[in-house]
């Protein structure tokens, strides 16, 4: 029997598992076989490669539709009207220009063309914008051509140029902020301009607003949710989410151990066994499981499994990390950019940081969706003078 159980482990972890990583992101394989902190040349190609394939299905889209298609006569329009939305989302923008000798990203047209395909199947009182904060306004030409689509507000170029690229990307965030709230939203959300929404993204994004953060299941009773909250992230780095990253990823892969030294214990159990026969098919079967889970990585498991269903996605505490999809209440938005006044941002103090101790100085929970509803795909930054693998956010050579 145990000859079989070691076949087993063989076959799994030598033979089927290897191949079946090769092309999945965040498993134990390619984290450890990985050397040092950055990734080769072929990483670049292939998220370059991809960018142009998404960027080539956006451009298709956009010359079948045109600016005077429903949707984006919509958009203009709900935006014109300064109805008091429940909703508003701000894609922040700035012009990124080629590295590496690579073309341009123009991840702003994917982003707007995503969005544009979300709206087209809800008639919501969301309202749209982009802000474009580079300056001068008109040298982003990508943001200037779709301004014929979309609603896009442009920082004057007689702002105060600022040196620190860290306390101009503040700026800029209070700036989109302070445009949001002159609609008089219910909520305002701020995406990065290369943050990609997933198809069920103001799906889930309603539910949990209703659900759990205004409202909450207590036994069985739709009650009103009395915690008082600063934002809640859409996003988190991929790389952060795996198993053993907090405790209560250790606790699902416990219990999916348990679960596998059960279906063991069950599975070779024999009449007469030893009682010590048994504990060690239940240790054999909890290693098993443990081990595949881990090996795969959370990511390509039980994050992929939540996505059935709205239900399932969950809302925990958000790390200090990332503002690439970001939902503020318009209360706490307000509150936010004058606390962000107060303060001087520099490459190690970021506006993240920054927000995040508004949430802790004030004593108001951070929360986050998970798995994620945005997708990361910028490589090319905004900030530093390098090129990232945009979903774990290694640096490129």
Same mark, same amino acid.
């Given at each position: 029997?145990?000859? *079989?159980?070691?076949?087993?482990?063989?076959?799994?972890?030598?033979?089927?598992?290897?191949?079946?990583?090769?092309?999945?992101?965040?498993?134990?394989? /390619?984290?450890?076989?990985?050397?040092?902190?950055?990734?080769?040349?072929?990483?670049?190609?292939?998220?370059?490669?991809?960018?142009?394939?998404?960027?080539?299905?956006?451009?298709?889209?956009?010359?079948?539709?045109?600016?005077?298609?429903?949707?984006?006569?919509?958009?203009? $329009?709900?935006?014109?009207?300064?109805?008091?939305?429940?909703?508003?989302?701000?894609?922040?923008?700035?012009?990124?220009?080629?590295?590496?000798?690579?073309?341009?990203?123009?991840? =702003?047209?994917?982003?707007?063309?995503?969005?544009?395909?979300?709206?087209?199947?809800?008639?919501?009182?969301?309202?749209?914008?982009?802000?474009?904060?580079?300056?001068?306004?008109?040298?982003?030409?990508?943001?200037?051509?779709?301004?014929?689509?979309?609603? +896009?507000?442009?920082?004057?170029?007689?702002?105060?140029?600022?040196?620190?690229?860290?306390?101009?990307?503040?700026?800029?965030?209070?700036?989109?902020?302070?445009? &949001?709230?002159?609609? /008089?939203?219910?909520?305002?959300?701020?995406?990065?301009?290369?943050? !990609?929404?997933?198809?069920?993204?103001? $799906?889930?994004?309603? $539910?949990?607003?209703?659900?759990?953060?205004?409202?909450?299941?207590?036994?069985?009773? =739709?009650?009103?949710?009395?915690?008082?909250?600063?934002?809640?992230?859409?996003?988190?780095?991929?790389?952060?989410?795996?198993?053993?990253?907090?405790?209560?990823?250790?606790?699902?892969? @416990?219990?999916?151990?348990?679960?596998?030294?059960? +279906?063991? !214990?069950?599975?070779?159990?024999?009449?007469?066994?030893?009682? &010590?026969?048994?504990?060690?098919?239940? +240790?054999?079967?909890?290693?098993?499981?443990?081990?595949?889970?881990?090996?795969?990585?959370?990511?390509?498991? !039980? !994050?992929?499994?939540? *996505?059935?269903?709205?239900?399932?996605? @969950?809302?925990? &505490?958000?790390?200090?990390?990332?503002?690439?999809?970001?939902?503020?209440?318009?209360?706490?938005?307000?509150?936010?950019?004058?606390?962000?006044?107060?303060?001087?941002?520099?490459? @190690?103090?970021?506006?993240?940081?920054?927000? /995040?101790?508004?949430?802790?100085?004030?004593?108001?929970?951070?929360?986050?969706?998970?798995?994620?509803?945005?997708? $990361?795909?910028?490589?090319? /930054?905004?900030?530093?003078?390098?090129?990232?693998?945009?979903?774990?956010?290694?640096?490129?050579?």
């Amino acid at each position: 029997m145990y000859t *079989r159980i070691a076949a087993l482990y063989f076959i799994t972890y030598v033979i089927a598992l290897p191949l079946l990583c090769s092309v999945l992101p965040y498993n134990a394989y /390619s984290i450890y076989l990985r050397h040092g902190d950055k990734t080769d040349r072929k990483d670049l190609e292939k998220a370059a490669d991809e960018n142009q394939r998404r960027l080539a299905v956006a451009e298709e889209y956009l010359g079948k539709t045109g600016p005077h298609s429903r949707v984006f006569k919509r958009l203009r $329009h709900t935006w014109k009207k300064r109805i008091q939305p429940q909703i508003v989302i701000t894609v922040v923008t700035v012009a990124r220009q080629p590295m590496n000798g690579l073309p341009e990203p123009k991840y =702003l047209t994917q982003v707007v063309t995503q969005f544009a395909q979300l709206f087209e199947k809800e008639e919501t009182d969301i309202v749209f914008q982009v802000c474009n904060v580079h300056l001068p306004p008109e040298a982003h030409r990508e943001a200037v051509f779709l301004s014929r689509y979309v609603p +896009v507000v442009h920082r004057g170029s007689t702002e105060e140029q600022v040196v620190d690229r860290f306390e101009k990307e503040k700026l800029d965030f209070i700036y989109c902020l302070e445009k &949001s709230l002159d609609l /008089s939203p219910q909520y305002v959300l701020m995406v990065e301009d290369d943050a !990609l929404p997933t198809p069920d993204m103001l $799906h889930v994004l309603r $539910h949990k607003l209703q659900y759990r953060l205004n409202m909450r299941v207590f036994q069985g009773e =739709l009650l009103h949710n009395g915690d008082d909250w600063a934002f809640l992230k859409l996003y988190s780095m991929e790389r952060w989410q795996g198993y053993g990253n907090d405790i209560t990823s250790a606790l699902e892969l @416990t219990g999916a151990g348990l679960l596998g030294g059960t +279906v063991f !214990l069950y599975a070779l159990q024999r009449r007469r066994q030893k009682m &010590s026969r048994r504990f060690v098919n239940f +240790v054999l079967g909890f290693v098993y499981v443990v081990l595949l889970c881990w090996t795969v990585g959370r990511q390509n498991l !039980l !994050l992929q499994f939540r *996505r059935l269903t709205a239900q399932l996605y @969950t809302v925990k &505490s958000a790390p200090y990390c990332c503002t690439q999809a970001v939902l503020y209440p318009s209360d706490m938005a307000a509150e936010i950019a004058r606390f962000l006044k107060t303060r001087t941002c520099k490459k @190690t103090y970021a506006v993240d940081f920054v927000l /995040s101790d508004f949430a802790t100085n004030n004593r108001l929970q951070r929360y986050l969706v998970e798995p994620n509803l945005f997708q $990361h795909v910028g490589f090319v /930054s905004s900030l530093r003078s390098d090129v990232k693998d945009p979903q774990s956010g290694v640096a490129l050579e």
